[in-house]
């Protein structure tokens, strides 16, 4: 039997599916973060063995098929192009048996062909970052955003929770209107505004600057969900359509009269929030399918690699088999 190693390597967690060529999708792993940008090339490599093992275990054990018998690894991930080759993922996959072609993928691609096993269209995933891509002949054609929390991510959970502290300060300080939010981030920080103030300004406010400016910038993503949990705060709903608008840009940014295909929505600032994708499917004509990771196009994307043609049949059997390993 052969079967197919597929990763989808995220910032989050790592998830590992072994399919064979029908689609049938025979064992699933899980592991920690598979970013070689964000948790470094080798615990990324030591995450993707892990889920690997998990997953290949269950497939020997269930159908007595294993490492060996792996004639191909799809690593789907970003930051693929800031390592040397696949050398370092395909070091921690020997000891499992696998000595097969390991070969990367785009995770915004994984992403599309986690929605539809179609060859074009369109992808647009919001977590910490934010990008769109189009889609065509089964290959990323063009991409907005994605440019990071200095220059870009726009509409991202980054972008969001920047703004819903920075609503939070204003208040704080006088220059912005009063808001739910304010509450909402000292109670998320672990702070109170005991009512002191230091050179004019509450003091709280200083423990805010403190404690945020201690911390990795992109941890401001944590805040995100805050501006969706205010109810009918306008300051908090300005935030939300401001976010609705932006990804609806780099959207339209790669959209090609031409290319009609659906639209894949995925990533927690998205998927973690109805409203958000209600926003976005509302702004255009095209079929909307919004999928909680790139776990299924990972394994699409596998099966091609191997010249394996996948069609509407065999999408079906991967998505209904997986969710039962699940």
């Known amino acids: 039997m052969n079967l197919h190693l597929a990763v989808d390597a995220g910032g989050t967690s790592t998830r590992c599916v072994v399919l064979d060529e029908t689609g049938g999708c025979l064992g699933y792993g899980r592991a920690a973060s598979g970013n070689p940008i964000s948790a470094?090339?080798?615990?990324?490599?030591?995450?993707?063995?892990?889920?690997?093992?998990?997953?290949?275990?269950?497939?020997?054990?269930?159908?007595?098929?294993g490492g060996a018998d792996v004639v191909v690894v799809l690593l789907a991930m970003a930051g693929a192009s800031s390592l040397s080759g696949p050398e370092l993922f395909a070091a921690e996959l020997a000891p499992l048996g696998v000595d097969a072609p390991v070969?990367?993928?785009?995770?915004?691609?994984?992403?599309?062909?986690s929605g539809t096993w179609l060859p074009a269209g369109y992808a647009l995933v919001a977590g910490t970052g934010a990008t769109a891509v189009?889609?065509?002949?089964?290959?990323?054609?063009?991409?907005?955003d994605g440019l990071g929390w200095l220059l870009g991510d726009d509409g991202s959970g980054f972008w969001v929770g920047q703004r819903?502290?920075?609503?939070?300060?204003?208040?704080?300080?006088?220059?912005?209107?009063?808001?739910e939010l304010t509450s909402l981030v000292l109670s998320q920080l672990g702070l109170e505004d005991d009512g002191t103030r230091h050179h004019g300004r509450p003091a709280v406010l200083d423990r805010i600057i403190k404690l945020l400016y201690s911390q990795r910038p992109v941890e401001l993503s944590r805040?995100?969900?805050?501006?969706?949990?205010?109810?009918?705060?306008?300051?908090?709903?300005?935030?939300?359509?401001?976010?609705?608008?932006?990804?609806?840009?780099?959207?339209?940014?790669?959209?090609?009269?031409?290319?009609t295909g659906p639209v894949v929505l995925g990533g927690g600032t998205i998927t973690q929030h109805d409203e958000l994708a209600a926003r976005i499917a509302a702004a255009g004509t095209r079929d909307v399918q919004v999928v909680a990771d790139g776990a299924v196009g990972a394994a699409v994307l596998a099966l091609r690699q191997a010249s394996v043609v996948v069609d509407e049949p065999v999408f079906d059997r991967i998505t209904r088999t997986l969710a039962a390993l699940r």
């Open 164 to 179: 819903v502290v920075r609503a939070a300060a204003a208040d704080l300080d006088g220059r912005g209107p009063r808001t």
């Open 223 to 259: 805040l995100s969900p805050l501006a969706f949990a205010a109810g009918d705060d306008p300051v908090a709903r300005a935030i939300v359509s401001a976010a609705a608008d932006a990804l609806v840009h780099s959207l339209e940014a790669v959209a090609d009269p031409g290319v």
């Open 134 to 144: 189009r889609v065509e002949n089964g290959s990323v054609a063009r991409t907005a």
């Open 103 to 113: 070969v990367f993928a785009p995770d915004l691609l994984a992403t599309f062909c």
């Open 40 to 65: 470094g090339p080798a615990l990324a490599a030591y995450s993707v063995a892990e889920a690997a093992a998990t997953a290949l275990t269950h497939a020997e054990a269930a159908h007595g098929a």
